[in-house]
């Protein structure tokens, strides 16, 4: 490992890290560090959001007007397949484990690296390889299907890309197996000494159970979807009605995977919100061991709620009740954790920094999300809303609201970790706020036009021109949600140039990933650390003051803390 | 290159133990942990297909049991046969291994290959006789037996799925294993310890316990 003399101009002179020991290419693209794994999956993460947010934009503009603007029927079929395929295979789903869970977990847990480095370097790979191939099923005519690429449509009728957008999904598959293998064993193997599973940050509890499900889950969609290949190019059905096939059961298999699929998205958000809560209230996360196994729970009891995505496709009415009732009851420990997060705050010494900003929006827009899942896992009420803009509402809610404040969140709150800068407070706050009330602008108006009956996957709503109000209300929406996650991507990139250096611990934070500089070294730390207290040791002093004098008054006295509240 | 077996090959000291372990046994530790929930996500692959064909014999029984006539039981029992043999001097290739006994070592995993190859050669000519007689699924599917032709197909069709994938798995098998007894021969440093032949025998004996479980339930249908 030789110091390459690089002509870059070496602004961080004497701290070597991660970043500057090396800047070859080839150091980049046969790298083994999982920091610069999770830099490499930051990169391709984001172009991807830009190609699914493009389609989304398509889409807006598209429904402004009854007739549509500019698209074809198949060509907007198209557009929002991409939209789906791309946003949730290639952004959603990778998004915090790969780049925060690969960065962190092993700084989390004071460990030099991932269990199986290489594996790791594979799973980038294999995420790139199902990426060219989804985007040479764009560049070669596109994929009609949905993201959900039933049967038999997809296996026989449709004209369109699919076994190359398969390929994209199956591929991408593979690389969050990769990631779930690789946590699950340097989780359980590779704790520093005095570690022990419930002293591990919360945010390592959640990609605990993500893994879990990630392993579990992935490789049922991915047989399933090669199922649906072998019988589009080799004719071996098992999903084909002429033959007395059941198309249903492919539904049965697909959300077998991505029903739990929306907890690989959102237990790793839910994870860095438990973080940034008990940063910023300066308060150890109320109820851990709660959250840390209602993480568990909402994994476990994820595998049993697939059928209410099925309550219309031939479900009996029996299966349809069972499935039913699980649903509602993942509302159980979703509700323990909001509930925690909100008593974390209370007399907690709140510092409304921009990753908080975040946290509280997620908690506002994950609520949100989560009650209105509550209409849709109730039979009755989903018979009427099934397949309208509520449910598209609903699951942007969870999947945006939730995966995404919780991304943006826990990537600004660590990313003087990852690159060693700052950034202008003023901006990402500005960033927040616009996120936040895009957000609800572009959702909030679908709750209504669906409940009125506006139907998803529709191009035109001729018939209904009332409508129209409700989807240029989201569309406007939109712009503001555009302006708000553009904007994270130019000042991040101008604090990562000439941003002012952060010290190792910026939000005075515990964790130790905190403890070690910023950004870390290859090996991540000096010395093995060893752990020998809680995780969110953070109100010790305070506690120590209290138990003087009895007085919640000597809260804000304990003060090396440099941003005011 | 298996995911599961190369993982040494640079690192510069002689006890080829990987950089972020602190020492050959927390570093196989690691490797038979990791193998191990691999091993889960093959389960979970295969379940799909199981899952599928407990439905279609349930939904189908009749003919699939006329279907599962054409197939040559004489031939699956020698494959079983092979296959297990195969296990038998996986385990035992395992054990020269762990007594750090090279040729022994080398031969046992040889003797695997060549049961592996012989297994893919008898599955060959049972899958040319398959296509001959039309009973492979598509445009060219024939079916003369009683019952439904379409469900006759769908018989077939979970035939060489789930024999397919299996036979992937085998091909794979073979592949590593020509890597590992390579490595055996040259004296590779990361086979000097007998973890990477440990993990490739987990996989080995599960893709031998997934032929036990399709052969009875494709060849050795009761009638019913």
């Not at chain 1, 172009?47 to 009854?66: H, K, M, Q």
């Not at chain 1, 954790?337 to 909100?342: A, L, Q």
């Not at chain 2, 990987?18 to 379940?47: A, K, R």
């Not at chain 2, 092979?82 to 995993?109: D, E, I, Y």
Request: net charge neutral; aromatic share 16%; hydrophobic share 50%.
């Amino acid at each position: 490992m030789k110091e390459e003399t690089n002509s870059m101009p070496a602004h961080d002179a004497p701290q070597v890290n991660y970043l500057n020991w090396s800047h070859t290419v080839k150091s980049w693209l046969l790298t083994g560090d999982h920091k610069r794994i999770a830099m490499l999956y930051l990169i391709s993460v984001s172009a991807f959001f830009l190609v699914g947010s493009a389609a989304a934009g398509l889409i807006r503009l598209e429904l402004t007007s009854p007739r549509g603007v500019l698209l074809e029927n198949e060509t907007y079929n198209k557009i929002f397949t991409m939209h789906g395929v791309v946003m949730v295979f290639f952004f959603l789903i990778p998004a915090i484990p790969a780049i925060l869970g690969n960065f962190l977990v092993p700084l989390m847990i004071g460990a030099r690296d991932l269990a199986f480095p290489r594996l790791n370097l594979l799973s980038w790979y294999v995420y790139m390889a199902g990426g060219v191939c989804a985007v040479i099923a764009m560049m070669t005519g596109g994929v009609d299907t949905g993201w959900t690429f039933y049967t038999p449509y997809s296996s026989m009728y449709s004209k369109s890309q699919v076994v190359w957008a398969i390929c994209g999904a199956f591929f991408a598959g593979f690389s969050s197996i990769f990631t779930g293998i690789n946590f699950i064993v340097t989780i359980h193997k590779m704790r520093a000494p005095g570690l022990t599973w419930f002293r591990l940050p919360l945010f390592v509890w959640a990609q605990y159970a993500t893994s879990v499900i990630m392993i579990l889950g992935t490789p049922v969609i991915a047989i399933t979807l090669l199922l649906v290949v072998v019988e589009r190019t080799l004719h071996i059905g098992i999903f084909d009605p002429k033959l007395g096939g059941d198309p249903v059961l492919f539904q049965h298999l697909f959300w077998f995977y991505s029903h739990p699929a929306v907890y690989i998205m959102i237990l790793p958000s839910m994870g860095v919100i438990s973080e940034l809560m008990a940063c910023f209230s300066r308060k150890r996360v109320f109820g851990y061991s709660f959250v840390a196994f209602s993480s568990l729970a909402i994994a476990a009891l994820g595998f049993l709620v697939w059928g209410h995505h099925m309550f219309v496709s031939s479900q009996s009415m029996y299966q349809g009740m069972v499935f039913s009732i699980i649903s509602t009851v993942v509302a159980v420990p979703s509700a323990i954790k909001v509930f925690n997060w909100t008593a974390t705050m209370y007399k907690g010494s709140i510092r409304l920094e921009t990753p908080m900003y975040y946290a509280l929006g997620f908690l506002g827009l994950f609520l949100i999300g989560g009650l209105t899942g509550l209409y849709l896992s109730s039979m009755a009420t989903d018979i009427h809303l099934h397949d309208t803009y509520f449910v598209v509402a609903h699951f942007h809610y969870v999947m945006v609201g939730g995966t995404i404040m919780g991304y943006l969140g826990g990537l600004h709150f660590w990313w003087p970790k990852m690159t060693g800068r700052l950034y202008s407070e003023f901006w990402g706050r500005l960033s927040a706020i616009l996120v936040f009330l895009g957000f609800n602008a572009t959702f909030m108006p679908q709750f209504v036009v669906g409940y009125l009956g506006m139907p998803r996957r529709y191009h035109y709503y001729y018939l209904m021109p009332e409508f129209q109000i409700w989807h240029v209300l989201s569309s406007f929406g939109s712009i503001l949600l555009a302006v708000g996650f553009m904007l994270p991507a130019f000042y991040l990139t101008w604090s990562y140039l000439k941003g002012p250096k952060a010290g190792p611990n910026p939000w005075n934070a515990t964790g130790l990933e905190w403890t070690t500089q910023s950004p870390p070294m290859s090996h991540n730390f000096d010395e093995p650390p060893i752990v020998t207290e809680e995780a969110y040791a953070y109100d010790a002093e305070a506690e120590e003051a209290e138990d003087i004098e009895e007085a919640p008054a000597a809260k804000p006295a304990h003060a090396p803390k440099p941003a005011g509240g | 290159m298996g995911v599961h077996t190369a993982h040494n090959a640079e690192s510069s000291d002689h006890a080829a133990v990987s950089h972020q372990f602190e020492d050959i046994g927390q570093q196989n530790e690691i490797y038979i942990v990791g193998m191990w929930t691999f091993l889960v996500t093959e389960i979970m692959f295969f379940g799909v297909l199981f899952f599928a064909y407990v439905l279609y014999r349930w939904k189908f029984g009749d003919v699939f049991y006329e279907a599962h006539k054409v197939l040559n039981v004489r031939l699956g029992f020698i494959n079983t046969t092979v296959l297990l043999t195969s296990s038998l001097f996986m385990a035992l290739g395992v054990r020269s291994a762990m007594l750090k006994n090279r040729k022994m070592t080398l031969f046992w995993l040889i003797s695997v290959i060549v049961c592996a190859f012989a297994f893919m050669v008898i599955k060959y000519f049972e899958y040319s006789a398959k296509i001959a007689a039309h009973e492979i699924p598509g445009p060219f599917f024939q079916w003369h037996g009683p019952g439904s032709a379409g469900q006759a197909e769908i018989f077939f069709s979970l035939y060489f799925a789930m024999t397919g994938l299996h036979g992937i798995h085998v091909l794979i098998g073979i592949i590593t294993l020509g890597i590992l007894a390579w490595m055996v021969a040259v004296k590779h440093k990361a086979v000097d310890d007998y973890m990477p032949i440990e993990m490739f025998g987990l996989y080995w004996h599960f893709v031998d316990i997934v032929w036990i479980f399709l052969f009875p339930l494709f060849y050795l249908m009761p009638h019913g």
